[in-house]
Structure formats: C-alpha cells, structure tokens
T-cell receptor, first 108, second 114 residues
Framework: DAKTTQPPSMDCAEGRAANLPCNHSTISGNEYVYWYRQIHSQGPQYIIHGLKNNETNEMASLIITEDRKSSTLILPHATLRDTAVYYCIVRGSYIPTFGRGTSLIVHP | KAGVTQTPRYLIKTRGQQVTLSCSPISGHRSVSWYQQTPGQGLQFLFEYFSETQRNKGNFPGRFSGRQFSNSRSEMNVSTLELGDSALYLC?????????????FGPGTRLLVL
C-alpha cells in the first residue's frame, strides 16, 4: 500500500474550518484514500473516503488533487468535539497502513 | 444498526498466559479485520477474515492467530503472552472483502500483560 505523510499536529479555532493535508505521492490508480479519526482510547471512526473525485458527507469534505498525490480533509465548522487524531490511509492491497496521523486540537 | 462490538473491553493477564478476544461485526458484514495499537508502533494490521478464511495477514508472530465463524463473528488468540503484547486490540468489519470496502471499528479491547 502507498504510504501517507501527515503533519503531526495542527490547531484550529472553534467555528473555523479545519483543513488537514495528506500526501500520498506513491498512490496507485486503484487505491482509495480513507480518513478516520480517533478520540483518545476509542476505536477509529470512519469519516470519508474517495478514489478520484471530491467527496462530501455530513461530517466532512474530501478534496483529492487531480494527480491524486495529495488530499485535504475539510471540517467546515470545527467544534471542540472534533479534537482527535486524524488518520489518512491509502487502501490498495487489502492491508491498510496507518501512519501516525495528525493530532488536531480545536480551541475555543 | 448496532455497531461492532468487542468483548471483553478490558483484560489483565500475566506473562506466559494466553488470551482470546471476541468481535461481533455489524449485522450483514462478512469481513472482519484485527489491529493492534500501541503508543510505540501505532495502529498495525494483524489479519483479515472473510467467509471463515484468512485473507490477509500482517507481520506478527505465529502466537497471534484468529478465526471466523459461520455467523461472521471472529475471535483472535494470543498465546504465550509477552509484556509487549499490552495494547489496544481493535476489530473492524466491512460488508465485503475489497479495497473499496469501508471498515467500521469497534471500541477495542485493552489488554494489559503483567
């Protein structure tokens, strides 16, 4: 599976948009980009995934660049409850590889 | 729909013992994957079961094993426990086996080996 690179930490003001970047420059054409988040000691929560097109659901938006080498997860109006570790993973050969993720802190 | 459930939620064992963890997938899901999460190594894939067959395996020693039953419930077993096996063990289920299938995680079983 392609490896991903994410900044170790970010912070965001409550009510503002949180934009979390992810680099996956070795992604293959049939590999999906998935985003999960994990709040301390709980199981990871699925957020969104995409292959080529941008995606949006009730939680977030996923923007994938045209060359698919990077993506951005957007939380449009971050709340304190969005404080978590966010993982970007690329799934290809059925063995998903989780990196260290980005620790997002949303402050008042 | 009920989510993925894992039992027990917490467990304390001593070195040399063995442990069995259980996972019930979301109703209708047929694929179950297991992960180990530790502060040092992060989230690591253990194995995936689909239709009672192991489909993929991560880089873990043979002390880690699993199985899946006909109702898709899964168990994983760790024999001859070591201190380093202390971790959060996570189970994830998906409808089918495939890279486009979204995995949904359970709350995890926290294992402490003394």
């Amino acid at each position: 599976d392609a490896k991903t690179t994410q900044p170790p930490s970010m912070d965001c003001a409550e009510g503002r948009a949180a934009n979390l970047p992810c680099n996956h420059s070795t992604i293959s054409g049939n590999e999906y980009v998935y985003w999960y988040r994990q709040i301390h000691s709980q199981g990871p929560q699925y957020i969104i995934h995409g292959l080529k097109n941008n995606e949006t659901n009730e939680m977030a938006s996923l923007i994938i660049t045209e060359d698919r080498k990077s993506s951005t997860l957007i939380l449009p109006h971050a709340t304190l409850r969005d404080t978590a570790v966010y993982y970007c993973i690329v799934r290809g050969s059925y063995i998903p590889t989780f990196g260290r993720g980005t620790s997002l802190i949303v402050h008042p | 729909k009920a989510g993925v459930t894992q039992t027990p939620r917490y467990l304390i064992k001593t070195r040399g013992q063995q442990v069995t963890l259980s996972c019930s997938p979301i109703s209708g899901h047929r694929s179950v994957s297991w992960y180990q999460q530790t502060p040092g190594q992060g989230l690591q894939f253990l194995f995936e079961y689909f239709s009672e067959t192991q489909r993929n395996k991560g880089n873990f020693p043979g002390r880690f094993s699993g199985r899946q039953f006909s109702n898709s419930r899964s168990e994983m077993n760790v024999s001859t426990l070591e201190l380093g096996d202390s971790a959060l063990y996570l189970c994830a289920s998906s409808g089918e086996h495939g890279m486009g299938e979204t995995q949904y995680f359970g709350p995890g079983t926290r294992l402490l080996v003394l």
